[in-house]
Nanobody, 120 residues
Framework: QVQLVESGGGLVQPGESLRLSCAAS????????MGWYRQTPGKQRELVAQ???????NYADSVKGRFTISRDNAKNTVYLQMNSLKPEDTAVYYC??????????????WGQGTQVTVSS
């Protein structure tokens, strides 16, 4: 099976930066879409940023201008560069991908999540 593994989370102070990585491992044909979501206790999981195979991007208003999503096709990896972090960015961040396992078998996968904590 294909697995998504997030990394790069941690504890930082307000104003600092982090880069999250999400690597797709296993047998796959291509990746159509990858995105980042985040969730805090008692709240719904929300979309943070998304990137399509065509290169279009979308960001939540709360992170626009501070976060950047990018992709390395050779590594089957998507990144989320997070600058000027704020305490309200604290959450578990999840990677999501729309993957063609073969030319005909398409699935949607979630990573296990990585904790980002922004605190002074």
């Amino acid at each position: 099976q294909v697995q998504l593994v997030e990394s790069g989370g941690g504890l930082v102070q307000p104003g600092e930066s982090l880069r999250l990585s999400c690597a797709a491992s296993g047998s796959l044909f291509s990746i159509n879409y990858m995105g980042w979501y985040r969730q805090t206790p008692g709240k719904q999981r929300e979309l943070v940023a998304q990137l399509t195979s065509g290169g279009s991007t979308n960001y939540a208003d709360s992170v626009k201008g501070r976060f950047t999503i990018s992709r390395d096709n050779a590594k089957n990896t998507v990144y989320l560069q997070m600058n000027s972090l704020k305490p309200e960015d604290t959450a578990v961040y999840y990677c999501n991908a729309d993957i063609f396992r073969t030319a005909y078998y398409r699935t949607r996968e979630w990573g296990q999540g990585t904790q980002v904590t922004v605190s002074s």
